[in-house]
C-alpha cells in the first residue's frame, strides 16, 4: 500500500513535534516528585535518546519484514499516541512507587515506565518512512535526509511553542492528551477506509483514555484544602490549607504556596495571611533592619510575598523580579499582598543585568522546589549584582541549612565564592538542624554591625543581637573548595545530595500526613 509524500512528510513532522512534546511533558511531570535538578534533566536527556535509538533499530527490522505496508506505519503511531495520552496516568503511578529511591534511580526507572514507551514508537516512524518512500536505492540517502529534517523541523518548531506559550498557558496533562490525538487522527482515518474494525477499535481506545485522563482528579484528605492548582513554567504549583504538622507544636491551619511537592511559603491563617508560620522568616527582615526606611530593595523571586509584606511594613521601597507569573498572581489573591507592588516577570540573572537602578538591598530567594539557579551564584553574577548594588549595600542569599560534610560542599562553595568577589560575607543560620534549617549569606562591601537589629515578627521572639545566630566561618573547610564561575557551572552537582535530602523530606512530610489517592 503506498501513500503520497506529502503525506508521509506531514506525518513525520508530526511524529518530530510530538517527540519534544513528550520529553518536555515527562521532564515536567518529573518534577513535583524528583524536583528540577541537573540530574533530572540528564535523565529525561538520555532516555529520550535511548527511547528513540531503541524505535530507530525495531523500525528498521520492521520495516524491512513489512517493506512497502503503510500500515505498519498506522499502528506505530496510533500506538505511539496511546502511550503519550497513557503518560498522566502512569507517571503518577510510577512516581508513587518510586519515590522512596534515590533521585537518580527514582528518576530513571519512572522515565523508563511512562516516557520511554512513546517515545519508543515514535522513534519507529523515520525508518518506516523512508521504506516507504524509497524505491531507488540511488535516492535512499535523499529520503532519509528529508524525513529527519522535516520530523526535526516539527521538534523545533514544538519545542519553542511548548516552552513559550502551551505549557506556561495549558500546563502539561492536556498538551499530552491533546498532541496524541492529533499524532492519532490522520493514521486512524486512514485506517478506517482500508480496515474498519481495527480503525473503530483504535479510535474508542483514544477517546476512552483521553476522557480518563481529562477528567482523572487527585482524592485528598479532608484537611488538605486545594485552592489553587496548575502546571507551568516552574512546572506544579499549588495553594493549599492544611494543618502544620511537624511544623507548629500546636498543628495550627496554615495556607503554603507548594511548588514541585515543596513547600515555599507557609503563612497562618490569622491577620489575613500576613505572617509566616515559619520561623525561618524572621531573619530576613532582622538582617535587613539595620538599614533605615525608605531604602530601596530588589527581591529576586516572590514566592508567595511574605518577604515583599515584611519589607513594607519596615517602610522599605520594593522591587520583585519573578520568572512565572502565576506565582505573582496567586500572591496577591490567596496570600494577600499588596496588589500594587512593583512586580517584573524576567529571569532574575537578565534583570540585574540590565536595570539601570541603585539597590541599598539585594535578596536572593531563588529556590525553584529543591533547585537553586546557579547562574545567579557564580563570580560573574556577584559581579552584575555589585554593579547595582550601593556602596553600603548588602546582600542577602537565601540557601541550604547544610554546611558540614559532602552535603555542605554548596553552601561553602557559595561562601567561598562571595569571599573571592570581594564581599565581607557572614553566614547567618535559622533555628533547627541541617537539613530542616536555613543559610542566609549577608554579603557587603563595607563590613556590617549586627549588634542592634530591630525588627520582631509576631509570634517569634525578639532577635537583638544577630551575632548570636552567625555561624564561625573560620572553622569553615574551605581548602578543597572552588569558587563558582560561569564557566565552570558546578553548584548543581555539588548540592545534589542535599537537594535530595530536602527533597525526600518534604515527599516523606506529604506522603504521611496527606496522601493522595
Known amino acids: 500500500m503506498k501513500s503520497s509524500k506529502t503525506f508521509l512528510y506531514f506525518l513525520s513532522f508530526l511524529e518530530g513535534g510530538s517527540v519534544m512534546v513528550c520529553e518536555l511533558v515527562g521532564a515536567k511531570m518529573l518534577a513535583p516528585f524528583f524536583g528540577t535538578s541537573l540530574y533530572v534533566w540528564a535523565a529525561a536527556l538520555g532516555l529520550t535518546l535511548g527511547g528513540l535509538t531503541t524505535g530507530y533499530f525495531l523500525g528498521g527490522r520492521l520495516s524491512a519484514k513489512y517493506p512497502n505496508d503503510i500500515r505498519l506505519l498506522y499502528y506505530v503511531l496510533v500506538a505511539a499516541a496511546f502511550f503519550l495520552i497513557l503518560m498522566p496516568i502512569t507517571s503518577k503511578w510510577i512516581m508513587a512507587a518510586t519515590i522512596d529511591m534515590n533521585l537518580q534511580t527514582g528518576a530513571i526507572i519512572s522515565l523508563l515506565v511512562f516516557m520511554v514507551?512513546?517515545?519508543?514508537?515514535?522513534?519507529?516512524?523515520?525508518?518506516?518512512?523512508?521504506?516507504?518512500?524509497?524505491?531507488?536505492?540511488d535516492y535512499a540517502g535523499n529520503s532519509a535526509g528529508n524525513v529527519y529534517a522535516i520530523s526535526t523541523l516539527g521538534g523545533i518548531l514544538m519545542t519553542f511553542l511548548m516552552g513559550f506559550f502551551i505549557i506556561p498557558n495549558f500546563g502539561i496533562t492536556k498538551p499530552a492528551i491533546i498532541t496524541g490525538i492529533a499524532l492519532a487522527l490522520l493514521p486512524v482515518i486512514s485506517l478506517f477506509r482500508k480496515q474498519r474494525n481495527s480503525a473503530i477499535i483504535a479510535l474508542v481506545l483514544l477517546l476512552g483514555l483521553s476522557a480518563t485522563t481529562f477528567n482523572k482528579k487527585s482524592i485528598y484528605p479532608d484537611n488538605y484544602k486545594v485552592l489553587y492548582e496548575s502546571e507551568g513554567i516552574l512546572g506544579q504549583v499549588k495553594v493549599v490549607d492544611h494543618p502544620s504538622y511537624d511544623i507548629t507544636r500546636d498543628a495550627k491551619m496554615g495556607r503554603g504556596l507548594i511548588v514541585n511537592n515543596t513547600l515555599q511559603?507557609?503563612?497562618g491563617a490569622a491577620n489575613n495571611y500576613q505572617?509566616?508560620?515559619?520561623?525561618?522568616?524572621?531573619?530576613?527582615?532582622?538582617?535587613?533592619?539595620?538599614?533605615?526606611k525608605g531604602s530601596k530593595v530588589l527581591l529576586l523571586g516572590l514566592g508567595g510575598g511574605t518577604i515583599v509584606k515584611q519589607f513594607n511594613r519596615m517602610g522599605f521601597e520594593v522591587d520583585v523580579v519573578e520568572i512565572d507569573k502565576r506565582i505573582w498572581d496567586v500572591s496577591i489573591e490567596y496570600f494577600k499582598m499588596d496588589p500594587n507592588t512593583n512586580v517584573i516577570i524576567d529571569d532574575a540573572r537578565h534583570f540585574v543585568k540590565i536595570v539601570d537602578k541603585q539597590y541599598d538591598i539585594i535578596v536572593y530567594d531563588t529556590f525553584l522546589s529543591e533547585s537553586v539557579p546557579e547562574h545567579l551564584l557564580t563570580m560573574e553574577g556577584f559581579e552584575d549584582a555589585r554593579r547595582i548594588l550601593k556602596p553600603n549595600g548588602m546582600i542577602m542569599a537565601n540557601f541550604y541549612g547544610y554546611l558540614e560534610g559532602e552535603s555542605g560542599i554548596a553552601a561553602r562553595s557559595v561562601y567561598k565564592t562571595f569571599q573571592e568577589s570581594g564581599f565581607n560575607t557572614e553566614i547567618l543560620a535559622t533555628p533547627g538542624r541541617e537539613e530542616s534549617r536555613n543559610l542566609i549569606f549577608l554579603a557587603s562591601e563595607v563590613e556590617k554591625d549586627f549588634s542592634n537589629t530591630n525588627y520582631q515578627e509576631p509570634g517569634f521572639k525578639k532577635i537583638s543581637n544577630l551575632y548570636e545566630?552567625?555561624?564561625d566561618t573560620q572553622k569553615l573547610q574551605l581548602d578543597d573548595i572552588q569558587v563558582l564561575t560561569d564557566?565552570?557551572?558546578?553548584?548543581?552537582?555539588?548540592?545534589?545530595?542535599?537537594?535530595?535530602?530536602w527533597k525526600k523530606s518534604y515527599n516523606a512530610y506529604y506522603s504521611k500526613y496527606f496522601p493522595i489517592k
Open 117 to 137: 514507551p512513546p517515545l519508543i514508537f515514535m522513534g519507529m516512524t523515520s525508518p518506516i518512512i523512508i521504506n516507504l518512500l524509497t524505491n531507488d536505492a
Open 275 to 292: 505572617y509566616s508560620i515559619w520561623s525561618w522568616a524572621n531573619y530576613f527582615p532582622t538582617a535587613a533592619s539595620i538599614f533605615p
Open 469 to 471: 545566630h552567625l555561624i
Open 265 to 267: 511559603t507557609y503563612v
Open 487 to 501: 564557566e565552570r557551572p558546578r553548584l548543581s552537582k555539588l548540592y545534589a545530595k542535599a537537594a535530595s535530602g
